[in-house]
T-cell receptor, first 111, second 118 residues
Framework: AQTVTQSQPEMSVQEAETVTLSCTYDTSESDYYLFWYKQPPSRQMILVIRQEAYKQQNATENRFSVNFQKAAKSFSLKISDSQLGDAAMYFCALVGNQFYFGTGTSLTVIP | GAVVSQHPSWVICKSGTSVKIECRSLDFQATTMFWYRQFPKQSLMLMATSNEGSKATYEQGVEKDKFLINHASLTLSTLTVTSAHPEDSSFYIC??????????????FGSGTRLTVV
């Protein structure tokens, strides 16, 4: 069975500060991919960052970076220089033959 | 980039009627599309996997006779909620993967459909 766990239902961060969202997963597959998606109030799912499990180097996309610890099955998202537009629901996802989503973390950015 | 168009964005229907939701890949071909249901402040729940030219695969607990899925072409999948009831009110989202993209490229999501059954 494949599971994705996000243990932080809600998080908040001051504008311009850094915040880290946690995600752990479990899978029996050796080849898989991990994603972070953002869902703003419009409810459109937006891809934030992706990580191939076979790559050791952590993925980075501008202000967004991940800390991928394969042995620990951990995949956290770091948002630097937080902006008001970062406020959204963030979902961690594992992809094998289908998507497995975590329960989400609601991020509030405080001006 | 890949775009998935989902229509309508919102719909209100009377109890007992049927509603069709369309999911269309605009600039790529998708042999597989996925349909999700999302309740307020909850995660996406996979309902079914739609395969072009074959029957959809439904997740456990999802009534296939109520949620009819048709994937007649490489760019279009439809979800029909038949004999809708108020408990079917929810947010429905589709997603698709570019035929040539592979899982490393992720999946593109439609903008969702808010269904309200009155």
């Amino acid at each position: 069975a494949q599971t994705v766990t996000q243990s932080q239902p809600e998080m908040s961060v001051q504008e311009a500060e850094t915040v880290t969202l946690s995600c752990t997963y479990d899978t029996s597959e050796s080849d898989y991919y991990l994603f972070w998606y953002k869902q703003p109030p419009s409810r459109q799912m937006i891809l934030v960052i992706r990580q191939e499990a076979y790559k050791q180097q952590n993925a980075t996309e501008n202000r967004f970076s991940v800390n991928f610890q394969k042995a620990a099955k951990s995949f956290s998202l770091k948002i630097s220089d937080s902006q008001l537009g970062d406020a959204a629901m963030y979902f961690c996802a594992l992809v094998g033959n289908q998507f497995y989503f975590g329960t989400g973390t609601s991020l509030t950015v405080i001006p | 980039g890949a775009v998935v168009s989902q229509h309508p964005s919102w719909v209100i229907c009377k109890s007992g009627t049927s509603v069709k939701i369309e999911c269309r890949s605009l600039d790529f071909q998708a042999t597989t599309m996925f349909w999700y249901r999302q309740f307020p402040k909850q995660s996406l729940m996979l309902m079914a996997t739609s395969n072009e030219g074959s029957k959809a695969t439904y997740e456990q607990g999802v009534e296939k006779d109520k949620f009819l899925i048709n994937h007649a072409s490489l760019t279009l999948s439809t979800l029909t909620v038949t004999s809708a009831h108020p408990e079917d009110s929810s947010f429905y989202i589709c997603s698709a993967r570019d035929l040539d993209g592979g899982p490393a490229y992720g999946y593109t999501f439609g903008s969702g459909t808010r269904l309200t059954v009155v």
